[in-house]
């Protein structure tokens, strides 16, 4: 989608280190990290929020949490110790990038609740 900043870097007009790509996602350090490892996965596919997934993203969604997370988190090393999947939706729910993204959040302990 035009001047939509994650289609931008998923579809690499803007530089970026991938820490992982392949077909459908890229994962990238998120520039203002909240965590000693915090991890943005961005499907290449624009979608504004997780309420916009279709029926026909169904093999994107379940790639992410089935695939991607636990691969990331191994990768990572916070497999073991714990970590944080989070997808902020809408204003309240904290977004300010509408195109969906999943954070993974590790190396701290978390609190809860969330702000
Ligand atoms: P949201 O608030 O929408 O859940 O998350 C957006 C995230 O994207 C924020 O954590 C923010 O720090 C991150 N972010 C915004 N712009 C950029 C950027 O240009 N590069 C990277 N790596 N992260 C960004
Ligand atoms: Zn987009």
């Known amino acids: 989608m ?18 992982y790509e392949d077909e459908s996602v890229v994962a990238f350090r998120d520039i203002n990290p909240q965590a000693p490892q915090h991890i943005l996965i961005v499907p290449k596919k624009h979608i504004d929020s997780v309420k916009d997934f279709q029926q026909d993203d169904k093999e ?16 990572l090393q916070i497999d073991e110790s714990g970590f944080r999947v989070v997808i902020n939706t809408g204003e309240e729910g904290g977004q300010t990038v509408n195109h969906l ?12 609740p969330p702000g």
């Open 2 to 19: 035009a001047d939509c900043l994650f289609c931008k870097i998923a579809g690499g007009e803007i530089p970026s280190n991938f820490i």
């Open 60 to 75: 994107l969604a379940a790639h992410i949490f089935v695939d991607v997370v636990p691969k990331l988190a191994k990768d």
């Open 101 to 112: 993204h999943v954070h993974v959040l590790g190396g701290r302990s978390m609190q809860w």
